[in-house]
């Protein structure tokens, strides 16, 4: 059977109405690594689907998603063929979720936060915009803020710059760095040595800020 592995993965178990052709079933599944025995509790999803896939999202949560006819032994036989894949971003991932802050808000506190932020990126972030597009050049059409996690901006080819309210919660020179990038993209449709140059000069230090994003990205939450 064809087989997909995916890590930080985003989707959504299926909701309630699609159970109809959907099982989902929790089972443990043991895996042994460097010496240590794991005992990790995993989500079977069988659909009419004709291929595997098995993904690990964000909040470590491991799903295996087979068709309806896999058995329970295909299903551990595959997590046993690839426990090193599976172990290795699992443990990535418990690492990131420990070291995203602990909040204590309700989620109507949070949702109340985050309107109030993305207010403010939707003020702040065309402002820089506009302070770095007279350096770059390039012609946009609008600027849009979303709620992503992983995403930081982007540039379609219609000239759509758009941006995540959450770089509000990252050090403004970071933002900086994301507003530069997606800007060049107006000129440079890909991530080519003549896109990084021209990057760099406007935005010298373009390296850290693109590792400081990859490192602590994860803990731009409320
Ligand atoms: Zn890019």
Redesign the pocket.
């Known amino acids: 059977m064809p087989l997909a592995l995916i890590a930080r993965d985003a989707r959504p178990l299926p909701a309630e109405a699609e159970y109809d052709t959907i099982v989902i079933m929790q089972t443990i599944i043991t895996i042994t690594h460097d010496q240590t025995e794991y005992t990790l509790p995993c989500t079977i999803l069988r659909s009419r689907r004709k291929t595997c896939a098995i993904t690990i999202d964000e909040d470590a949560n491991i799903v295996f998603r087979v068709p309806s006819r896999a058995t329970n032994r295909q299903i551990m036989q595959l997590a046993k063929e690839k426990s090193r894949w599976i172990i290795t971003h699992y443990l990535e991932a418990c690492a990131r979720k420990n070291s995203r802050p602990h909040s204590d808000l309700s989620d109507v506190q949070r949702t109340a936060l985050e309107n109030r932020y993305k207010e403010a990126a939707r003020s702040y972030i065309p402002r820089r915009v506009a302070y770095y597009h007279a350096v770059t050049g390039g012609s946009y059409k609008r600027i849009t803020i979303r709620d992503q996690k992983t995403r930081w901006g982007s540039?379609s080819s219609k000239g759509t710059l758009s941006f995540s309210w959450r770089l509000m919660l990252a050090p403004p020179a970071i933002l900086d760095y994301v507003v530069v990038?997606?800007l060049c993209?107006l000129t440079h449709m890909n991530?080519s040595p003549a896109f990084w140059q021209a990057v760099e000069a406007v935005y010298p230090d373009w390296q850290n800020a693109r590792k400081w994003l990859k490192e602590h990205g994860c803990e731009l939450v409320l």
Do not use: I
């Open positions: 540039c990038h997606e993209h991530h």
